[in-house]
């Protein structure tokens, strides 16, 4: 193959930075015909692909290995050059494995580490580490380190379990008040009970979390299997003593679990013991009589003293979720023109979501007249209808009624009247408050048990406010306002619940114009305040007569303190309690629960992630190992 002479070496050398090491000569095909300057006198010549330059590079690594850092340092300073006066990407990506070479090299403990945190993280089968070709990549990266077996991969995870939960304990030790949240699922003929951890720091003030458990259940999911489960995993983490509230559903099993072995059978107990005392005192004037007692039936029965639960608190979410649809439904019971535009408006929607969820072609007929989808109501997630809803009046108020008309012609569907079009919006606008008071009360990190309240308040306001503008679904408002007062009535007049609103810095008082309600919580503030001063004055080391008079003259500090809390400016956060010392133990304290089950329902979410059709036959522990990398926080 002839080569091309070059004219001039100025204007043709192609890497003009190399002119003192190397001489154009030529073109040959595609590479370049280099003359070496440094084998002078003899006559070396080098051929070199017109995009590289390596083989300059290898002839002198090869032949003139003194003068290979003069080769580096004029390509380093042709490159910097090159950056600095242009502002385009470079052409070539570095090389994967250059960020692996050198200094970068890490040791065999280091990379174990990283390749779990990519198993875990990525929800990768732990069969992974034994196909070849990832063999191949790992070895190809890192060729010093060894890719770990699946035996050992699992054994690590629960290595590294076992250490977080060491450290979680750890943590939860240093902690006075402990909420938890427990539910149950049931997936591919495998049944489990969740539980999520949560507390408020005493210094930050600020609410954190942890996934303790997702174990697995066998046999029915009884009263007491749940009571036991969830006692065994509270005493695990030792916090069976520091637990303040339970938040679950609203399912007969846990409804009967706790009010068997929860706090709350406590008092009932307490109270019987007071009125049967009545009762025997006045047995004592009768004729003594032996009673003969079944020592079997004895036995057998539940006394509720063989599991220890706290409190329970049923999920907000969960109850506002029956109210938007059970509730809601009570409605049309009591007019028929509300009844009828119901009926005939939700069976055309019904009709539409089927249809376009099903078929691809009315799949794209809707994105191509709406540009938008349909959304398709869950029964298992909340306020999914409310969204379906609200996207249809959506796309008929940006796109018209041309374009919902148009699908509904193309899919053979009846369209809407205008009547039923306004009942939709009626009803958008009505359940706007509801999945409002979801979104806030389903959070986690912001949400104490005192928003519980003033969001239902504030919710049978903007339902009173609605009222008077609604003309077809004034029905619906009604038969919300009542579902709220059923299913919530008990709880809004909870003294602790009123207590834990009134001791969120953000709220206090303002949050009804009940004045009852507001004495009941303002009376248990003090009452537990009184308590706090009766400990600590009986802990104290006074003598019993300084003890005994030391409050007269001197009043109620704790008093006076809740007194300048309520009247102190809002500042926007919950700062504010640092200035309160006994009113912030307090509110920690009734505060500490969540008044939603959603964490639990996120752990079950993430569950699903992971337990797909190939993971069938995932070991429990392993199922669990995998949930509990949420706690991929708490590290040393």
């Known amino acids: 193959m002839a080569t091309v002479s070059a004219n001039t070496e100025q204007d043709k050398h192609p890497w003009p930075h190399m002119q003192s090491m190397f001489r154009f000569k030529g073109v040959q095909k595609d590479s370049y015909i280099m003359r070496c300057l440094l084998c002078e006198p003899k006559q070396t010549d080098v051929s070199a692909y017109k995009n590289s330059t390596s083989n300059l590079r290898k002839h002198v690594a090869r032949v003139h290995s003194n003068k290979l850092r003069m080769y580096t340092e004029l390509m380093d300073s042709h490159r910097k050059r090159k950056s600095s006066s242009s502002t385009e990407p470079p052409m070539k990506n570095a090389k994967l494995t250059d960020s692996f070479t050198g200094s970068r090299r890490i040791t065999q403990a280091t990379f174990d580490k990283l390749l779990l945190m990519f198993v875990c993280e990525a929800n990768q089968p732990f069969s992974i580490v034994e196909t070849s070709s990832f063999k191949t990549m790992m070895e190809t990266l890192q060729p010093q380190c060894t890719v770990m077996t699946r035996k050992t991969l699992c054994s690590k995870i629960q290595d590294a379990v076992k250490t977080m939960k060491s450290i979680i304990i750890k943590k939860l030790s240093t902690v006075n008040y402990v909420a938890t949240t427990t539910d149950c699922w049931s997936a591919r003929q495998h049944s489990y009970l969740g539980v999520t951890c949560h507390w408020i720091d005493d210094i930050s003030l600020e ?72 009762i025997l005192d006045d047995a004592e004037d009768s004729e003594l009589e032996v009673e003969y007692q079944d020592v079997f039936a004895v036995l057998d029965d539940n006394t509720g003293l063989e599991y220890q639960l706290p409190r329970h608190q049923k999920c907000a979410c969960h109850l506002l979720n029956l109210i938007s649809t059970v509730d809601a439904t009570a409605a049309e019971a009591t007019n028929d023109t509300y009844k009828r535009l119901s009926l005939s408006a939700f069976a055309k929607c019904h009709a539409l979501w089927n249809k376009t969820s099903r078929s691809i072609m009315a799949y794209e007929t809707v994105e191509r007249e709406c540009k938008l989808q349909f959304l398709r109501p869950n029964q298992t997630r909340w306020s999914s209808l409310f969204l379906a809803v609200e996207r249809l009046v959506r796309i008929h108020k940006e796109q018209g009624e041309k374009a919902i008309r148009n699908v509904c012609t193309a899919l053979k569907i009846k369209m809407f009247n205008p009547a039923e079009m306004g009942f939709l919006v009626e009803y958008t606008a009505v359940m706007k408050p509801v999945a409002m008071a979801l979104n806030i009360l389903q959070g986690e990190s912001s949400v104490h048990m005192g928003f519980l309240l003033p969001t239902l308040y504030q919710l049978l306001e903007k339902l009173r406010k609605l009222e008077s503008s609604c003309k077809m679904c004034r029905p619906l408002v009604d038969a919300l306002r009542d579902g709220i007062q059923k299913r919530f009535g008990e709880m809004m ?11 969120i810095p953000r709220f206090r008082t303002s949050w009804t114009t009940e004045e009852s309600i507001l004495k009941a919580g303002l009376t248990f503030i003090r009452h537990q305040l009184d308590t706090e001063l009766g400990e600590a004055s009986t802990n104290s080391s006074l003598s019993d007569e ?91």
């Open 207 to 278: 609410r954190h979390s942890a996934a303790l458990a997702c174990r697995p259940l066998k046999g029915s999911h009884t009263f007491d299997v749940l009571a036991a489960a969830l006692e065994e995993i509270h005493s695990e983490y030792h916090i069976r003593e520091k637990v303040t509230w339970t938040t679950t559903d609203s399912g007969s099993n846990f409804l009967k679990a706790f009010r068997l072995y929860g706090e709350d059978k406590e008092e009932e107990t307490t109270n019987w013991q007071e009125d049967s005392g009545s």
């Open 493 to 503: 007049k909870d003294p602790e619940l009123i207590a834990a609103a009134i001791l």
């Open 546 to 636: 300084d003890d005994f008079f030391g409050s007269m003259g001197s009043g109620n500090p704790e008093a006076g303190e809740l007194e300048r809390y309520l009247s102190c400016p809002f500042t926007g956060g919950v700062d504010v309690l640092h200035g309160f010392p006994q009113i912030k133990k307090l509110s920690i304290k009734v505060n500490t629960a969540l008044p939603a089950s959603a964490a639990c329902e996120r752990l079950f979410s993430h569950a699903g992630l992971l337990f797909t059709a190939k993971w069938s036959q995932l070991h429990s522990k392993n199922l669990e190992s995998q949930l509990l990398k949420l706690n991929h926080h708490f590290t040393d």
